[in-house]
């Protein structure tokens, strides 16, 4: 007689090993690009480069993702800068140790409204491809049902930009990444409450592209928008 209960753990078993090798092959593949000039998906960190001609610098990464492709702050690690770089994924935290071992990775996710105020830990929900990964126990279903590889949950650390402003040098200028999957412009309005500013913000802004221009010129920064509507690059007015 079969027993279905082995049976059905032995095929969990060997989904969750095919997800893993699908999910690491993705990931290092990447490290091949290691030498080339622009490391962003569309070369905003040349665009932020520009901003920064002389001296160090350091950066804070909101949605890190892979510590070298579609990286907008590893051309700045390569040349001496340190950072912080903020990504819920286990994975995108074992690759930054391994690659980039000279910024604080934090595995976490940034507070906003959204979020019940100043959380130590969320639950978060990590799909494959990263992109599906979220918070939101909501859209998890609906990405299974969408064909996403759902992976595993577990709790992250929940933070909010001024903490994170906390570790950085006052000496030295920085910068901001943030490519969060839709959350960018909720993320942002916490720029408001923070003293110690950026010189540059890079942000995606595939969703709540004008809210987002319309904070960004209310805060008195001069936005570049790049070819296509993925990302921004706004500046201090003093940075031109």
């Not at 279903?141 to 909010?160: C, P, Q």
Request: hydrophobic letters at 35%; proline letters at 3%; one cysteine or more.
């Amino acid at each position: 007689m079969m027993d279905f209960k082995k049976i059905k753990k032995y095929k969990h078993m060997l989904y969750s090993f095919f997800m893993e090798i699908r999910y690491w092959s993705s990931q290092m593949q990447h490290v091949i690009g290691y030498f080339k000039k622009s490391y962003s998906i569309q070369k905003e960190d040349l665009i932020v480069s520009k901003y920064f001609q002389t001296g160090n610098g350091q950066y804070i990464d909101i949605g890190a993702g892979h510590p070298i492709y579609g990286s907008n702050t590893f051309l700045f690690y390569k040349l001496g800068w340190r950072g912080i770089c903020v990504d819920p994924v286990k994975g995108i935290r074992r690759l930054h140790r391994i690659l980039r071992p000279g910024d604080k990775f934090i595995c976490g996710v940034i507070s906003h409204e959204n979020i019940s105020e100043l959380q130590n830990e969320i639950m978060f929900y990590e799909f494959n491809p990263r992109e599906l990964s979220t918070v939101s126990s909501e859209q998890v279903n609906k990405y299974i049902d969408a064909g996403g590889g759902y992976r595993r949950k577990y709790l992250v650390t929940s933070s909010t930009l001024n903490d994170l402003v906390l570790f950085l040098r006052k000496d030295l200028p920085y910068f901001i990444s943030i490519d969060v999957e839709g959350m960018d412009f909720e993320l942002i309005k916490q720029l408001k409450t923070i003293e110690f500013k950026p010189r540059v913000i890079c942000i995606e802004t595939t969703s709540n592209r004008e809210n987002i221009n319309v904070f960004l010129e209310s805060q008195d920064r001069k936005s570049t928008r790049l070819n296509s509507s993925h990302s921004s690059v706004s500046r201090m007015p003093s940075s031109a």
